[in-house]
């Protein structure tokens, strides 16, 4: 029976990198309630974002699907209103289904309402396509096609709009609301630019002056890089503290014991390392997203970590397998239920890394290419159209600071990595041609710099 089965709280970020919390040895941010949560679940210490940019890796939770499969591998094109996704599997299994924050796979403008036959099976729904105004930020509520705006900092009302939602549940007073278990989604904008934009009080927590900085970003960036990152670790504390007030009230409302708690984000961010900015990148800070699961019922409060390669399309099966759903046959993403409980890695040892087309904030003339590559958990790989472009030994060298590529001491290495790569290419029918290739096959319209225009 469906009352039987767990609910699923899913909270993620945009663009918080693994590597920004305190439980992940982070000594600068101050991420109390995370560290707490960790604490308490499982920790995907290993977790990737396959694709590490905001359309796709939303669209790749949403179906289970790989990006070139389901069409979304640029930003702002639309996910095909008739997708298999998340919401209308739950659905179709008894649960009730919300989402509340940043939506960003309509792609027919960012401010726009989104009907209810593209909100792919949410229900309760205040949403808005995408914005970084944080503190002006506009949302739909329901079938209304009048925009509202959250009050104050974006992520606090949210999360106050869920904490409301879930005390409904518990409060009925005989007012006919569901038993239903529930998939409730909560998607919150920061800690994505601007960096500077959290509100005052957080803001005073970190000074640029006091930011140590990886010391893989180079000196000719760490004045902007500590600008960046102090903004950016007072977004993270801000969000910390509306994870505090959440997990606060599942406690409460005796929620918690019979929920699946997950805290991720999309992707991660540069943040001035190796350089760079942003995502869509292969290094380790853009594509490593943290990743924690507390179920008390099933696995208890003592938290443990596991290496297990776990990519974004992985997610929806191993929920589903989770709540005993069934997984349809066009999901390709793998059920990691068992790994969770001591069974093996179902990615075989690596995760696939990738960008079929480089665009927005990793343009061409910027060095922005099409690659391919992998992550184990030892190192990551990749190639471009012209052959072999990085490898890192990511246990002797975590900052990625020596590119061993076609160095004759990795030779055998290389070749043993290149070949796990070309297998999973295979395994997905992806032929790795030039992102314009998939540009036409899709259809989508591109302006000068390479990007989607906002026209859809």
């Known amino acids: 029976m469906s009352r039987n089965r767990p609910s699923i709280i899913y909270v993620f970020a945009d663009q918080w990198r693994a590597q920004d919390t305190g439980y992940a040895g982070n000594r600068q941010v101050r991420t109390p309630h995370l560290d707490r949560l960790a604490a308490q679940s499982v920790n995907f210490t290993h977790a990737v974002a396959g694709i590490p940019?905001?359309?796709?890796?939303?669209?790749?939770?949403?179906?289970?699907?790989?990006?070139?499969?389901?069409?979304?591998?640029?930003?702002?094109?639309?996910?095909?209103?008739?997708?298999?996704?998340?919401?209308?599997?739950?659905?179709?299994?008894?649960?009730?289904?919300?989402?509340?924050?940043?939506?960003?796979?309509?792609?027919?403008?960012?401010?726009?309402?989104?009907?209810?036959?593209?909100?792919?099976?949410?229900?309760?729904?205040?949403?808005?396509?995408?914005?970084?105004?944080?503190?002006?930020?506009?949302?739909?509520?329901?079938?209304?096609?009048?925009?509202?705006?959250?009050?104050?900092?974006?992520?606090?009302?949210?999360?106050?709009?869920?904490?409301?939602?879930?005390?409904?549940?518990?409060?009925?007073?005989?007012?006919?609301?569901?038993?239903?278990?529930?998939?409730?989604?909560?998607?919150?904008g920061p800690p994505h630019a601007p960096y500077e934009t959290a509100p005052e009080a957080y803001r005073q927590l970190y000074s640029p002056d006091d930011i140590e900085l990886r010391p893989n970003v180079p000196p000719e960036m760490a004045n902007e890089a500590r600008e960046w990152i102090a903004g950016y670790y007072a977004h993270c504390t801000a969000l910390d503290d509306c994870l505090g007030a959440l997990l606060q009230t599942i406690e409460e409302e005796g929620l918690a014991d019979n929920t699946i708690?997950?805290?991720?984000?999309?992707?991660?961010?540069?943040?001035?390392?190796?350089?760079?900015?942003?995502?869509?990148?292969?290094?380790?800070?853009?594509i490593r997203v943290p990743f924690l699961l507390?179920?008390?019922?099933?696995?208890?409060?003592?938290?443990?970590?596991?290496?297990?390669?776990?990519?974004?399309?992985?997610?929806?099966?191993?929920?589903?397998?989770?709540?005993?759903?069934?997984?349809?046959?066009?999901?390709?993403?793998?059920?990691?239920?068992?790994?969770?409980e001591g069974g093996p890695d179902p990615s075989g040892d690596a995760a696939l890394i990738y960008c079929p087309h480089p665009f927005g904030q990793f343009l061409r003339r910027d060095g922005g290419r099409e690659y391919r590559g992998l992550r184990t958990r030892t190192h990551t790989y990749a190639r471009d159209l012209d052959g072999p472009w990085l490898l890192y030994d990511n246990e002797a060298d975590p900052f990625q600071m020596q590119n061993l590529v076609n160095?004759?001491?990795?030779?055998?290495?290389?070749?043993?990595?290149?070949?796990?790569?070309?297998?999973?290419?295979?395994?997905?029918?992806?032929?790795?041609?030039?992102?314009?290739?998939?540009?036409?096959?899709?259809?989508?319209?591109?302006?000068?710099?390479?990007?989607?225009?906002?026209?859809?």
Not at 59 to 73: M, R
Request: proline letters at 6%.
């Open 261 to 286: 708690f997950v805290f991720t984000s999309d992707h991660g961010d540069m943040l001035g390392s190796q350089g760079e900015v942003k995502k869509q990148r292969p290094w380790e800070e853009s």
């Open 53 to 188: 940019v905001c359309c796709p890796a939303r669209a790749c939770l949403l179906t289970g699907q790989h990006a070139l499969t389901h069409g979304v591998f640029v930003n702002d094109v639309h996910l095909a209103d008739d997708a298999v996704s998340m919401a209308k599997l739950y659905k179709a299994a008894g649960y009730d289904t919300a989402y509340v924050g940043k939506w960003h796979v309509d792609g027919r403008g960012r401010s726009n309402y989104i009907p209810p036959e593209s909100r792919q099976g949410f229900d309760y729904f205040k949403a808005l396509e995408c914005t970084h105004d944080y503190n002006n930020s506009k949302y739909y509520d329901g079938d209304s096609d009048q925009p509202l705006t959250w009050e104050g900092y974006d992520a606090i009302e949210q999360t106050r709009d869920v904490q409301a939602f879930l005390r409904t549940r518990v409060h009925r007073d005989g007012d006919g609301k569901s038993d239903n278990p529930f998939l409730l989604v909560l998607s919150w």
């Open 294 to 340: 507390r179920w008390p019922q099933r696995f208890g409060l003592n938290g443990r970590q596991i290496d297990a390669l776990l990519d974004t399309p992985d997610i929806l099966p191993t929920l589903l397998s989770l709540c005993g759903i069934p997984t349809p046959d066009m999901v390709e993403g793998k059920d990691f239920s068992a790994a969770i």
């Open 407 to 456: 160095r004759p001491e990795v030779e055998s290495l290389q070749a043993e990595l290149e070949s796990q790569l070309q297998a999973k290419l295979d395994d997905r029918g992806d032929e790795f041609l030039p992102g314009e290739k998939y540009i036409e096959e899709w259809g989508y319209p591109l302006d000068e710099s390479g990007t989607v225009p906002f026209r859809w």
